[in-house]
């Protein structure tokens, strides 16, 4: 049983287009976490978010507590995108977190 | 120039051989982590520590340890009791538990 679902595992999108990414979860959470993995290996936090929607640049975040349920939006999508997008949640003993295997995104020129 | 380092970026080890890998930030942050990843699956957690001499095991801690002696630093070491070590490893820092985390650049375990 995953605690984090991400949907759809592969994505491949053209530049330019609106991309959506999904993150379903089954725990009480606290906050929800976006992170980036670059294709070289590097890890980093996106957003951070308890509550309605967060914008940086061109990525947005929303997310609603009652349905257990995020996205991740790329407006105007471009090949620096590429990536693997993952969601995580903080378990209730707040010292781990769940992560979802992630959400392979490339975008062609 | 704040961040947290992870060093070597690859590494080759004989099987049956002790390998650490090392783990530094200098961002001051309590909580420090240790993440295998393996391709296909999500983070796994290996071990953390939520203050200086003070760790606890994640989810796969059997064949590994950790020390945490100073706050800046939090090496790994894979023993030869691991089966499968050959593995992508991501050593990760946040301010206190559950809080945003920084990650280093990883380091990419063979074992031949």
């Known amino acids: 049983k995953n605690e984090v679902e991400q949907s759809p595992q592969n994505l491949t999108a053209q530049e330019g287009e609106f991309i959506t990414i999904n993150c379903s979860y089954s725990v009480g959470i606290s906050a929800l976490h976006w992170l980036q993995q670059h294709p070289g290996g590097g890890i980093v936090s996106l957003f951070m978010l308890s509550s309605g929607k967060k914008k940086h640049g061109r990525l947005i975040a929303t997310i609603n507590i009652q349905e257990k349920h995020s996205s991740l939006h790329i407006t105007a999508s471009h090949p620096r995108d590429s990536a693997v997008y993952i969601c995580?949640?903080?378990?209730?003993?707040?010292?781990?977190?769940?992560f979802g295997t992630g959400t392979s995104l490339t975008v062609i020129p | 120039d704040g961040g947290i380092t992870q060093s070597p970026k690859y590494l080759f080890r004989k099987e049956g051989q002790n390998v650490t890998l090392s783990c530094e930030q200098n961002?001051?942050?309590?909580?420090m982590y240790w993440y295998r990843q393996d391709p296909g699956q999500g983070l796994r957690l290996i071990y953390y520590s939520q203050i200086v001499n003070d760790f606890q095991k994640g989810d796969i801690a059997e064949g590994y340890s950790v020390s945490r002696e100073k706050k800046e630093s939090f090496p790994l070491t894979v023993t030869s009791a691991q089966k499968n070590p050959t593995a992508f490893y991501l050593c990760?820092?946040?301010?206190?538990?559950?809080?945003?985390?920084?990650f280093g650049p990883g380091t990419r375990l063979t074992v031949l």
């Open positions: 961002l001051n942050h309590d909580a």
């Open positions: 995580a949640v903080p378990q209730n003993t707040g010292n781990q977190f769940y």
């Open positions: 990760a820092s946040s301010l206190s538990l559950a809080d945003t985390q920084y």
